[in-house]
């Protein structure tokens, strides 16, 4: 790999870490998260953990001469966020933010596609960079998720000879494991919009990208992050369903059922830690595969994710019925 490529994830971790240190460190006027029907913490938490990490992927995007397709949304979502975190927005104008930054996205990376694949294109990119917004709600789930996913996505790209796109991975995943050190429990700091949102577009982004290029399956990166898709996506349905306003906090998602019922934040992130190893070791496994061994990859995840919901479902309602 070229010399930059090398020192962009060590650039991008060595920024959020001294970032963060430093902004833990001095009596900052930080914007707080204080609980609510959401929350999982009992005491109000800074959020500004957001700042560092893109500060660190920015940095290192710079070095690595990134795009603006990818930089210029990556940048209006932090911004707004930002702002979000600090003052909150409507939730409508920080919805057309997203979808701004989406179309903007797909107009400029896949100028030449049939309307089709870039309304997917869109939605799949809008739906992304809210999903990781919802999962960010436990200490250490979305640092680790960052950290597993952008590094399985840097791992096909660098198999696929994309040193650029494996170093622009490896970079994210480098300022999410500095985010750690901060944010495993007890976190002394949370992510934040400022954080969780361009995140959430730059899985997504990257993951269309690469299948763009050739480098991986259209599949791929939705197998890598199907740990946050399924939890999300089944939460969101659930709830619609329900009839609920989803804009509403709450918590239905399964990682705050199992953080609930007594598994705690460590234990819960630990898990999802092996799910999200166990998913990306077999998207990378199966990227290589014949049809046939695809199909029964897709089947096992479909399978594990159905047993998955289902246990934690009996359970929780076990556990409701015993705390009324």
């Known amino acids: 790999m070229p010399l930059l490529a090398y020192l962009a994830p060590i650039l991008a971790g060595g920024v959020t870490l001294g970032l963060l240190a430093w902004m833990l460190a001095r009596d900052l006027r930080l914007p707080l998260d204080h609980p609510n029907e959401r929350s999982l913490h ?143 429990h007890p976190a002394r700091v949370f992510m934040g919009d400022t954080g969780s949102i361009p995140l959430g577009f730059l899985a997504a982004a990257i993951g269309a990208i690469g299948w763009r290029d050739g480098l991986w399956p259209m599949w791929f990166a939705p197998a890598v992050f199907s740990p946050f898709i399924v939890d999300a996506s089944i939460t969101i349905i659930r709830r619609m369903l329900r009839r609920e306003r989803l804009w509403i906090a709450h918590r239905d998602h399964y990682y705050q059922r199992l953080v609930l019922m007594g598994w705690g934040h460590r234990k819960t992130a630990l898990a999802e830690y092996a799910l999200m190893l166990c998913c990306g070791l077999l998207a990378l496994w199966a990227a290589s595969q014949p049809v046939y061994l695809k199909l029964c990859a897709a089947a096992l995840l479909a399978v594990s994710y159905c047993a998955f919901a289902l246990t934690i479902t009996v359970a929780w309602r076990r556990f409701s019925e015993k705390i009324r």
């Open 42 to 184: 009992g005491r109000p938490v800074p959020r500004s953990g957001g700042m560092a990490i893109m500060a660190g992927i920015f940095c290192a995007f710079a070095m690595l001469t990134i795009p603006p397709t990818l930089v210029l949304p990556c940048v209006l979502l932090a911004a707004v966020s930002f702002l979000d975190d600090v003052r909150g927005l409507p939730v409508m104008l920080r919805f057309v933010s997203h979808c701004v930054a989406a179309v903007g996205f797909a107009a400029a990376g896949f100028s030449a596609a049939p309307l089709g694949l870039l309304v997917l294109v869109v939605l799949s990119t809008v739906w992304m960079t809210n999903l990781y917004n919802f999962m960010d709600g436990s200490d250490g789930l979305a640092g680790g998720m960052t950290l597993l996913g952008f590094g399985f996505l840097g791992v096909a790209a660098w198999i696929a000879g994309d040193i650029t796109l494996a170093s622009m991975c490896f970079a994210i995943a480098a300022s999410a494991a500095a985010f750690l050190v901060f944010n495993f």
